[in-house]
């Protein structure tokens, strides 16, 4: 199912210290403690995030539009409110790290161009051309990555894909936003949860409640006959 495996044991000591503060409250007044529960949480949404991600790919390969189409639905509803989970974190986002690129520069504005570019080029896409191996290789889990590059990368193969392109055109258009996305891109803005926890919480709950073997997806061909 992807990166985002993990064994059974683990699985269960992310759940459980996702839900830890419930009966010891105290917990919530510790700062490595939320810390440890947005990096669980988000830990246990991406799993279904992959599993959906993989769901759309054999979706398409089966030429099911519609069942690519409700995954795809989840997914945009998850990987945004992983991202909004992970504005939370104290280290895990685009934009302390742009930030920190920008002091680098100091009142050089030419160099904070430069340094923010290349702040985004090592998260990313690591080399210009599509051939080079070491693409994603620096990918991150970061608030702001999720939502201003992730999501929009997979928005464009599922556009291109709902829209019969062929997978050369698609690839090429998708290494155009993130060559466009490195040279020059604003962050969006994001809300944060007034509660991380309980948003923490929610995100695993919603994660969870995405039941993809409750569909059954009749053959229509069948049905026509």
């Not at 051939?131 to 590059?149: E, F, Q, S, V």
């Amino acid at each position: 199912n992807g990166n985002a495996n993990l064994s059974p044991e683990l699985e269960d000591s992310c759940r459980y210290w996702v839900v830890a503060s419930v009966t010891t409250p105290e917990l919530e007044k510790s700062e490595l403690y939320i810390a440890d529960v947005i990096e669980a949480s988000c830990h246990l949404a991406g799993i279904k995030l992959e599993k959906l991600c993989k769901g759309m790919i054999d979706a398409f390969n089966e030429n099911v539009k519609s069942k690519a189409s409700l995954y795809f639905s989840y997914f945009t509803s998850l990987i945004q409110m992983m991202d909004c989970v992970l504005e939370a974190h104290k280290h895990f986002r685009l934009e302390e790290w742009l930030e920190y690129a920008e002091k680098m520069a100091d009142k050089n504005h030419e160099l904070k161009r430069h340094y923010i570019e290349g702040g985004r080029y090592l998260l990313t896409v690591w080399a210009e051309e599509a051939t080079i191996r070491l693409n994603d290789y620096a990918a991150r889990l970061w608030g702001g990555l999720l939502r201003d590059y992730y999501f929009h990368r997979w928005e464009i193969w599922y556009n291109g894909k709902m829209q019969d392109k062929d997978d050369n055109t698609i690839s090429n258009e998708v290494h155009k936003f993130e060559n466009a996305w490195v040279a020059d891109s604003e962050l969006s803005r994001s809300p944060v949860p007034k509660d991380i926890v309980k948003a923490c919480r929610d995100l695993v709950n919603f994660a969870d409640s995405i039941d993809l073997s409750n569909w059954d997806w009749p053959d229509l061909k069948k049905n026509k006959k």
